[in-house]
Each structure stands twice: as structure tokens, then as C-alpha cells.
């Protein structure tokens, strides 16, 4: 269980009354979105037949759910994350689904003592940890020898417009935003390769590669779009926050998607690193 007076209170805090709630509702939404991001990731991992796995940061269970598909059961995979909403999803998706080597812990990767594991893995994760070297440190010790951690985080700002591209249409209408901290918790405190590089060598892997993905994504249409914008991420703190703003940069919002839209739906270019390190 984490320690809701430990390192990474306010992250348990907001995953948990805030964040998780809402990605729970957006479920489908969100993993709609990142599948196929977190499945290029999934195919550096490789994992084998009877693996034993960790899922950091697992939310509602679909990349380990996905895991447990490929470690048979013979494997083991167990999902960990400090949102008990998201938990909650996550167990009855493994039930329904009958994957029985499919687990889930209410935990800090930042500080549970993890069972040995061949492999450790994470979509988007691992990016929120108040002392990012003590939580790779503690990966790592969770690693057998050999043992190998991929997983995959946001590049800048700049080079995600899907998250950017709603935030700039409605930033006439929006209280001006606080100043953003490097190396804050985040989801793009990784961005800098050589800051994540030096952060993964201070927890104790060695051997270390990082490298671009570049993919569209987005929604299946505009009303998609405009339901995920205004709900998630920066803006839709901003808008709980300012519940009389949501009328006007709803219109804005969705006239911005519209004109990124075709037949597909709304797809913007996103920027990641997927990350091998032992």
C-alpha cells in the first residue's frame, strides 16, 4: 500500500482523488489513444513464455493485461500503480478475461519491495516519481541478474501537438499558465535524453538506450477529441478549475480538431523515447 505521507504524496493524493476518477471514465478513450505506442514498446520488451513481469504505473490494466497474454500461464505479470480506481478496473478486466497470472498491487515502484523479476515494464508511467533515481533504483533491485527494463515516455512539449494543439486554440481565453519546473513530475519530465540518461545511471543500469518513436494518434472524431481535451491533461484542470470558461473553449477547441480532421478522424503527430536499459 502506499505511504500517503511518503515521497510521492501528492502523486497518490491526485491519482486517487482527482486523476484516476476521470481516467477511469475515459478509459476507452485513453487506451484508444496509446495502444499502439505502448504496443511498440510491448515488441522491445519481448517477452517470453513464463516470464515473470512488473507493469509500472499500469492504470486500468491494458498493457498488462497485454503481458500476461504473452508470458502464457506459465508467466506472471503483475500490474502496480497508486490509483485504487484505476486498480479497480484493472481487476475486473483480468477476471472477465480469465488471465489468472495477471495481478495487481496498490503500490509506489518508487518504494515497494517488488518480488524478483525477469523484466520490468512501463507506458507512461514512470515520469511521475518525486526522486526519480531512488525509483530506478528500486527497479532495478527488483531486476534479476540480466533482467531488463523497456519502457516508453513523452518527448517535449513541443514535439506532442496532439496535447499541445487544444491548450493553444483556447490560450486567448485561459488564465496565463504557471511557469513550467524542469525535471518536475510530469508527464514530460523525460523529455531531455540526457537528463533521463543520467537519471537511469544514478539508479544503477548500466547498459542504457534511448530512442525516438514518432506515431499519430488521436481519436475517431472530432466530438472524441473535444470530449478528451476538455477532460484531461492541462486544460481540463484548468477548466474544474473555471467551470464558466468551458462554453468558450469548447467552441474554440472544437473548431481547432475540425480542421485537423479527415475521414479517419482527429490524428496529430506525438513524440516519445522508448527506453532499454539492464
Known sequence: MPDAKGPNADQIAYWNASAGPTWVALQEIIEAQLRDLGLAAIETLAPRQGERLIDIGCGCGDTTLELARRVGPSGAVLGADISRPMLDVARGRAKALTLAQATFAEADAQTQAFEPADGAFSRFGVMFFADPPAAFANIKRALKPGGRLVFICWRSVAENPWMTAPMAAAAHL????????????????????????????AGGFGSISIEPCDRKIGWANVDTAVHAALNLGPLGAILRDNPALREPVTATVREAFAAQADEAGVHMPSGSWIVVAR
Open 174 to 201: 485561459l488564465p496565463p499558465p504557471a511557469p513550467p519546473v524542469p525535471g518536475a513530475p510530469g508527464p514530460f519530465a523525460f523529455a531531455d535524453a540526457h537528463y533521463l540518461r543520467g537519471v537511469l545511471d
